[in-house]
């Protein structure tokens, strides 16, 4: 094949992936190659999202924002290697030091690469995040496992704006999710919101830590923001505007839909290891990590609908 050829072939297949993407978190089910990782995904000249492949293959998204005074990152990846890594490529992008962090998830799939992060960097944390990476961090210690990065003070308020220098992003908590202390990060010029792992795209939902029906009413939260057109998730690909949104709806209704299977569950009268072997999620059994997450997902809703989730 003439190289000319060849190059036409590459520049269709990159634009196919980005006019018309198969619908899955799973790279090699959309066409991307684990090599194409990690990756910036331009969201706006200043604004960008970065995906970065952890076990067991899907994208963790972290958001790079680029002002004037210095750059913000919300969440970082799951290793000191892998946070390190996408650290250094912030560099190709700007300069400037990263001066904010935002902790949009606590889990450590997001945070466990935080001791790499600037020594005076501010962190923006939730206060039911910050009480979480306490305990968590006391268990590490009893562990002798390696420390837990500690966020300062928890934000006062469930907004807070931050002046980066000719851009400005505002932090949000929209109520409790995944992990309770969920916060998002809207960019207003740009109209996205990055909601961290509030916004599961294409996986099956996580609920480890999870408050199901306030998941429900934290989407609607962020969907009716009306001056938001384009939603990043935590996990998953990066969508444009429109089928971001349209994913986002999608995600809401799964969790509809896993509640609804759990409550009838409990309603035939089922012990939890009983509804384990018989649950049928129908169509989000092929989302990615249904299996691993299914029980985890029932034990846990269990509990909410027992009404012991606190
Ligand atoms: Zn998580």
Redesign the pocket.
Known sequence: MRPAAFLLLVATATSLEAQNPVRTADPAVRGVPLTAFPRFVKLSDKVYGYEEIRQPGFTTVSLVVIGRNGVLVADGQGSVQATQTMLDKIKTLSPLPVKWYVVG?D?G??TAGNSVLPKDIQFIVHANSLAQLKKDSAAAAAANRPAIVMPGAAMTSDTETIDLGGISVRVRFLGRA??GGDLMVEVPSEKLLFMS?AYLNRVFP?MRSAYGAEWIRTIDNALALTNVDRFIPGHGFIEEAKVSREELIAFRESLVAVIAEVKRLKAAGLTVDQAIAQVNWGPYAKWFLAEQQSPIAIRRLWTELDGASK
């Open positions: 998830s889990h799939d997001h995944h992990t792992e996580a």
